[in-house]
């Protein structure tokens, strides 16, 4: 994405899906100013789509380390 825009908004689809033995989700965003889709075969492959599109990752391989544990933000504390 050029440096000059500032923002962006999309729509997220998510489905869950049985990929033969792999159940995984799938997934498309469609962009709300152009209704642009992308669809993607599973999280990370969206994942990568943001990076690439907003210049945010500075990934060497296709691995999402914390994905399993989730957002930090996910977490309640505890009273």
């Not at 994405?1 to 998510?14: D, F, Q, V």
């Not at 100013?33 to 992308?38: A, L, P, S, Y």
Request: aromatic share 12%.
């Amino acid at each position: 994405m050029p440096p000059n825009i500032r923002y962006a908004s999309y729509l997220l689809r998510l489905q869950w899906t049985q990929n033969g033995e792999h159940p995984t989700w799938i997934s498309c965003m469609q962009s709300t100013k152009t209704g642009e889709q992308h669809w993607f075969p599973n999280l990370e492959a969206l994942v990568q789509f943001l990076c690439n599109e907003f210049d945010g990752c500075d990934r060497k391989d296709s691995s999402l380390p914390g994905i399993e544990e989730g957002p930090p933000y996910a977490q309640s504390a505890a009273p």
